[in-house]
């Protein structure tokens, strides 16, 4: 049996509902707060060159982008449009909504009771939320925020679409969910789950006595100083709060409506590019946990059968062009997000859209580029027969199948992934040990039994991820046990 442990990397990352198609139309750089140190002049024009030319593209109304390396700061600058309609341009603070971002927050503050004593992330979660029917599965809190629980998503049920529009209270929303059977028996698999962290939210306020938006402000925002950061609000007016909008066959268009009832833990949280800048700076820098607790939150963990993850505590370990980066992204009705931290070159790169035409991901690649110039990626020979790894491989991924064929053209092997008639082959980089790469996710084959991996394949996959459904760009966001 040969199988594939595959994080894939596509082009898009999506909201709760929506679909990424493209249309051109052109907008206008703003010029606001940029700072720059000692050489620095050069390298923040080269980022204003990049995002540009995204811009230029006409899928999105408007950026912004932080981007620090060591103590430079290289870009802190509004791009495009805050409203269309209005023509306003995007200000140096814009407040965006950050979606899964949002995960990194939730997973830090229950490190934080947890360091007051207060809880165990070993504990299982019913301990806090004893209603929960887990019909006697053990699940622990941890669980909870790898994605390993097992619990159907609610942004994957069809029901939740009607949902998010109407004011219900949260337990609504976990009535939903709970009635359904379970995707898997708990760390067996790993498939990103959004009704996980909404149950996390939960926990954090049984355990704090605290709204999760007090405990996130009180304990997070306000100590780190992210001034303009709040939990986001679909009628609050705030200050600096940019415009939203979706891609459609036409174009952009005003983002659909959905209740922050129902992202809360899992997406919910509005910043800045600066704020999620100071916010980097302070979690990587040990001002936010102490460094044992640091250390928990950046480190995968494994499924029951051993296998490592490369996602660890609402964030996700992996590469940008070669460079280590710990991250994540963002989707939401109307906007997407990219938050990363590069270890190695002690820099952060923040890139916030309010549309979902274009996503962030191949912006900060870009930014890395001009940043810490191209890296060589070295590639390692493939001895054995590239049509052994050849075939159709297919399963379920988040609440749909997915279909990834893979090729070989020649010495080159590729990778499709079956969603929406623009599918496309991208190219396979071996790194060893029958382990593929394609710009930082990872594909490797597992020869079991000593048997011809041509005979029956099985494949899963651990990913970046947002909070949404997998989208007409071809992006699978989520882990997916498949057979072919």
């Known amino acids: 049996m040969l199988t594939s442990r595959l994080p894939f990397a596509g082009a898009c990352r999506t909201g709760f509902l929506f679909a990424g198609l493209c249309v051109a139309a052109t907008f206008t750089p703003t010029a606001t707060a940029h700072a720059q140190r000692g050489n620095g ?81 070993d504990d299982d979660f019913t301990k806090y939320l004893p209603d929960y029917p887990t019909n006697g599965r053990r699940i622990s809190v941890r669980r909870l925020l790898d994605h390993t629980s097992g619990i159907k998503g609610y942004t994957e049920m069809p029901e939740f679409g009607p949902m998010m529009v109407r004011d219900l209270p949260k337990d609504s929303l976990v009535a939903l969910f709970a009635k359904e059977p379970f995707n ?10 959004n009704s996980a962290y909404f149950l996390a939210g939960l926990i954090i306020e049984k355990v704090s006595g605290k709204s999760y938006a007090d405990f996130v402000k009180e304990r997070i925002f306000d100590k780190v100083g992210m001034k ?14 940019v415009k939203g909008y979706d891609m ?31 916010w980097n700076r302070a979690l990587h820098g040990g001002k936010v946990l102490p460094p044992s607790s640091y250390q928990e ?73 001009r940043v810490f110039g191209k890296k060589s990626l070295s590639s390692q020979p493939y001895t054995a027969a590239l049509s052994d790894l050849t075939g ?40 060893g040990n029958d382990t593929w790469d394609l710009d930082g996710q990872r594909l490797t084959f597992v ?27 071809g992006r699978p966001l989520a882990t997916r046990s498949c057979r072919r």
């Open 41 to 121: 002049a050069g390298v923040g024009k080269a980022i204003d060159s990049v995002v540009t030319s995204f811009l230029k593209e006409g899928q999105a109304a408007g950026l912004s982008v932080a981007v620090v390396r060591g103590k430079d700061t290289l870009a802190l600058k509004g791009y495009g449009k805050a409203d269309l309609e209005l023509d306003v341009p995007t200000p140096p603070r814009a407040v965006y909504e950050i979606g899964s971002v949002t995960k990194q927050f939730t997973s830090v503050a229950l490190l934080m009771l947890r360091d007051e004593g207060k809880l165990s992330l």
């Open 248 to 278: 459609s066959p036409k174009g952009l268009v005003n983002k659909g409506f959905i209740r922050h009832t129902y992202p809360y833990a899992a997406g919910s949280l509005c910043a800045t590019a600066g704020d999620l800048l100071a």
């Open 392 to 431: 159709t491989y297919a399963g379920v991924g988040r609440g749909m199948q997915l279909t990834v064929k893979i090729t070989a053209e020649g010495q080159k092997l590729l990778a499709t992934v079956l969603m929406g008639p623009d599918a496309k082959p991208a190219p396979l980089r071996h790194v």
């Open 447 to 473: 020869r079991d039994g000593g048997r011809s991996p041509g005979s029956r394949s099985t494949w899963s996959t651990a990913t970046r991820s947002s909070i949404g459904s997998p989208d007409a760009a």
């Open 228 to 241: 303009d950061s709040y939990y986001c609000s679909e009628s609050t007016i705030i200050k600096g709060k």
């Open 184 to 193: 898997f028996e708990p760390g067996e698999r790993e498939i990103y789950n």
């Open 297 to 369: 939150l950046i480190t995968p963990s494994s499924l029951n059968d051993g296998t490592k993850l490369r996602y660890a505590l609402g964030i996700a370990l992996h590469e940008v062009r070669g460079h280590r980066v710990i991250e994540h992204g963002g989707g939401i009705n109307g906007f997407l997000s990219a938050s990363n931290y590069f270890p190695d070159e002690d820099a952060v790169i923040v890139v916030l859209s309010n549309s979902t035409g274009i996503p962030a991901d191949p912006v900060v690649a870009a930014i890395a580029d």
